[in-house]
């Protein structure tokens, strides 16, 4: 995918209207995404089948194993806690600070993010509540440490959020997905030497999932291919628009005849 497909450019003038429907939209798709969670099959039988029908493709992939790497976090305190704070405080905050950022400043990127994001959501949602997933922190042969609820900074601990989520949606992992989608489409929109180290956020949310025992290997991998592949449908000049915004640009009028024309 090409990094220069998306041009900085002059932001517009925005009235009120139009900022308060970009966030009413988005909004309504995160809200849609964690009820859909909710209404998610929870059969603790099928899920558990289905994550270790997971940990079986990764053995095939030879894929290293996930308690590998938490073994290894776990021997330094300062890593999990770290690790548990970023899956907890960067996740959301990230994402739609970028969101803003685009919008104020690269408006076609923004457009261009939010198709992306809505359609990869959209297919995760369906995969979820028809193949519930256990995490590695719930799948009990594992051995795995829930190092969110063991440090107290466990999202499903929280009154409203932990309400909202449903525990067996670790595939595809939107927090990698999602992580890999603002950093392409900041390294498209910026020219700075210095956009490339956008992709430390989706390694370093890969790195974070696996050693908290949210996600596998696998989850980051799926939720990765998933966004590339909606970014590369709504890609800037691609034909696939299926959601309808305001940066097509109205048509310029024909040109007149000339006056020579007009009388012969």
């Known amino acids: 995918m090409a990094v220069s497909t998306v041009a900085p450019t002059a932001s517009r003038r925005t009235s009120i209207p139009e900022v308060l429907r970009e966030v009413a939209q988005l909004l309504a798709a995160f809200l849609v995404y964690n009820l859909g969670r909710v209404l998610a099959t929870q059969e603790l039988g099928r899920a558990d089948a289905h994550a270790h029908g997971v940990l079986d493709a990764e053995r095939w992939l030879r894929l290293p194993a996930e308690a590998t790497l938490q073994t290894w976090a776990l021997s330094h305190d300062w890593i999990v806690e770290l690790a548990n704070r970023y899956y907890v405080s960067v996740h959301f905050p990230l994402t ?5 950022w685009l919008y104020r400043y690269r408006r076609p990127a923004y457009h261009w993010a939010k198709r992306a994001l809505l359609g990869a959501t959209t297919v995760a949602l369906v995969f ?11 799948l009990t042969s594992l051995g795995m440490v829930d190092t969110g609820h063991a440090g107290g900074l466990s999202i499903y601990q929280a009154p409203v959020l932990g309400s909202m989520s449903n525990e067996y949606a670790a595939m595809p992992s939107l927090h990698v997905g999602w992580a890999l989608l603002i ?9 700075t030497h210095w956009r490339w180290l956008w992709l430390l956020h989706p390694l ?6 696996v ?10 991998i799926a939720g990765s291919v998933l966004v590339l592949g909606a970014l590369w449908l709504t890609r800037p000049g691609s034909r696939v628009r299926p959601w309808h915004t305001s940066t097509a640009q109205p048509s310029s009028p024909a040109p007149s005849a000339s006056p020579r024309a007009s009388r012969s």
């Not at 739609?96 to 803003?100: F, K």
């Open 204 to 209: 370093a949310t890969l790195f974070v999932v």
């Open 183 to 191: 950093a392409v489409v900041m390294i498209a929109a910026c020219r």
């Open 211 to 220: 050693s908290t025992a949210n996600h596998y290997w696998l989850d980051g």
């Open 128 to 138: 979820t509540v028809l193949l519930p997933v256990t995490p590695p922190r719930l």
């Open 96 to 100: 739609i600070a970028v969101l803003v």
